[in-house]
């Protein structure tokens, strides 16, 4: 059985949406994003997570929309001088870690995580110093200064492979910031994990009852859960798995309905490899029950077009800047996984 920390209680302050644009100021303000783009050599990157319209202005650009890490990649191999990342904070921060000789702005600065604000690096340093016999793993979701104390940076995508090999030479592992997908992993995997105790808005708050409620109304969807979600919601999913793993389950899943419990701005890509399939939004509560965040974070919707703007024509204030000595230590975790991916990938293609 795991043994646990207790994190900080944080009572997160929740950032204000963006005031809603015409469609002609949304017309002026795209036109103007793309003029911008090409002037300043930039392309922009937006996570699966943001508004659909800025997801689609990031492929009409050129650019792309993907997972934190393949925003990432993406960037490090693109020709552009510029970044522009629209996502949260620690995008931005891994971002310039795997390519500082680029400039790399936010359309927000201040879009975070409650992951990362929940992971504040001097707790969570005293909390590896207690467990020194322990290799510590930690979320791609956490700021540049706790990549740095890790020794593996991991993505829900390629995190049940690192865990499997550290277990299968019997590291015990220290385990963060997020409960729910490390408890999914320990029960997949039987490894030794020891957990700090933080968690996604978003995912936290999907209800199992009310998702079985749902699943009476349409018993011919499937269900497709990211595993940051509690356990009893992961325990009804058809498919688990990160934002690329459930977007690909989708299309190759025959159902025609499927209920999801992940952001709902994975709906995007999703309806737009299925035209023909309906996607459901899982419940994020039952009769009378409030939420804070109703399956869309409320940080990635601080990324609007006039924010993108703002960056590409005034950068001050919108850049990222990390440390170079703190960059250097966070690097080393983010290449072991990068090395760990690009070996794992061929394996897979060598027993195919």
């Known amino acids: 059985m795991s043994q646990t920390n207790l994190a900080v209680d944080f009572d997160f302050q929740l950032p204000a949406m963006p005031e809603p644009l015409s469609s002609d100021e949304k017309a002026t303000l795209k036109d103007k994003i793309k003029r911008l ?3 300043r050599n930039a392309v922009l990157v937006a996570h699966y997570y943001t508004d659909p319209e800025i997801q689609a202005l990031a492929e009409e650009t050129g650019g792309c ?5 393949e925003m990432a990649r993406f960037g490090n191999q693109h020709p552009a001088d510029t970044l522009i990342v629209a996502g949260v904070k620690f995008m931005g921060e891994t971002a310039k870690i795997l390519t500082p000789e680029k400039t790399v702005l936010m359309p927000e600065l201040e879009a975070t995580c409650s992951l990362d604000l929940g992971c504040p690096v001097e707790e969570f340093s005293a909390f590896c110093d ?16 706790v990549k740095a104390r890790a020794d593996w940076v991991v993505t829900s995508s390629i995190a049940l492979e690192i865990v499997e090999m550290l277990d299968s030479e019997d590291k015990l592992i220290l385990w ?5 997908l490390g408890s999914y992993i320990e029960k997949v995997t039987g490894a030794n994990m020891t957990m700090w105790q933080g968690a996604c808005i978003v995912h936290d708050e999907f209800k199992a009852k009310a998702l079985r409620d749902l699943k009476v109304q349409y018993p011919e969807a499937a269900v497709l859960v990211h595993p940051e979600s509690p356990a009893n919601v992961v325990a009804l999913a058809d498919a688990v798995g990160s934002t690329s793993q459930l977007i690909k389950a989708s299309q190759e899943m025959p159902n025609q309905h499927f209920i999801v419990a992940t952001d709902q701005g994975i709906f995007y890509k999703m309806e737009q490899a299925n035209p023909d399939k309906t996607f459901i939004a899982a419940p994020t509560g039952g009769n009378g029950a409030t939420c804070r965040s109703c399956a869309s974070c409320p940080w990635m919707a ?3 077009l006039k924010s993108i703007v703002e960056a590409l024509e005034s950068p001050i204030g ?8 703190l960059a250097q230590k966070a690097l080393i ?6 090395n760990f991916a690009a070996e794992n990938k061929l394996k897979t293609q060598g027993n195919a």
């Open 176 to 180: 963060g910031p997020d409960r729910h």
């Open 65 to 69: 929309v993907a997972d934190s890490l």
């Open 333 to 338: 975790p983010l290449h072991r996984m990068l």
């Open 318 to 325: 919108k850049e990222i800047v990390v440390d170079s000595e």
């Open 37 to 39: 783009l090409k002037e």
């Open 302 to 304: 601080m990324n609007g």
């Open 130 to 145: 207690q467990h020194p016999e322990h290799t510590v793993v930690v979320y791609a979701n956490t700021s540049a200064a």
